[in-house]
């Protein structure tokens, strides 16, 4: 007979499952990657989303895909994390089903499989960025400026990596002190007209903390189905005398 503990952890688990799944929800419509710049006059952001990038400024606002703002690169990454983590979003849903209603009629295995790839899949959108971001700055440096809208001007070469940014003047200069986000995923740098700071926005810390809870919720998957009991010892009969 199951006892009253292990009937309140069989209902926590998928109950875990299910609030990952409403973590992950708000990660599709909110910022997964922002750069700030910051002054007196105000504050200029410019975000990135699954689908398209935003510019912020204090007199107006600018909302783009990722063709049309000049960054190939970054629209590509951002693709593919699109992709990665909405399927890692349908399977999660497929398994908090699953397991409230239908556990028990389908093979271990299947379960397993949906438990462990779903927290797989989500967990990688957010690695993905980490270790992609940058490069995809890098690779879009060309492109004058990042921020949204507009070619590289013929008076000006490809800015590289080694290059500072300013989002406020939306230029590249150096390469004497190279700054910004293409050298870090995440950083601050005090430049002559502002404070510039890059780093992941909110999307990412609820797809940290989704992958989290939903990978809690296949701890019962890590102990055996039937779990091993030591073999009986036959009590040895009374000698006859």
């Keep these: 007979m199951e006892s009253a503990g292990s009937m309140q952890r069989r209902r926590l688990f998928p109950l875990l499952c299910w609030v990952g799944i409403a973590l992950l929800i708000p990660a599709l419509f909110l910022s997964w990657y922002s750069v700030s710049s910051t002054t007196g006059s105000g504050n200029i952001i410019e ?3 699954l689908g398209h990038a935003q510019l912020s400024s204090p007199s107006s606002n600018w909302t783009s895909s990722y063709s049309d703002a000049w960054l190939p690169d970054t629209g590509s990454l951002y693709a593919e994390i699109t992709i990665v983590f909405t399927a890692g979003l349908v399977v999660g849903v497929a398994n908090g089903i699953v397991s409230i209603f ?3 009629r389908l093979p271990r295995w299947i379960v397993i499989s949906l438990s462990f790839s779903a927290v797989a899949l989500v967990a990688l959108a957010p690695a993905l960025l980490a270790a992609f971001q940058p ?3 890098c690779s879009d440096a060309s492109n004058f400026p990042p921020p949204l809208g ?3 001007p013929s008076r000006i070469g490809g800015p590289g990596c ?3 940014f300013d989002l406020r003047d939306q230029g590249w200069y150096g390469p004497g002190q190279p700054s910004g986000p293409g050298l870090s995923f995440a950083g601050h740098s005090a430049q002559y007209s502002g404070n510039l700071t890059w780093g992941p926005g909110p999307a ?3 797809a940290i903390a989704g992958a989290a809870l939903m990978g809690t919720a296949t701890t019962p998957y890590w102990r055996p189905s039937h779990p091993i009991q030591a073999p009986k010892v036959a009590e040895e009969e009374p000698a006859q005398s």
Excluded: K
């Design 102 to 104: 239908v556990r028990r």
């Design 204 to 206: 990412w810390f609820l």
């Design 135 to 137: 490069s995809a700055v």
């Design 150 to 152: 507009q070619g590289v």
């Design 47 to 49: 975000s990135f989303y």
């Design 162 to 164: 080694t290059w500072s």
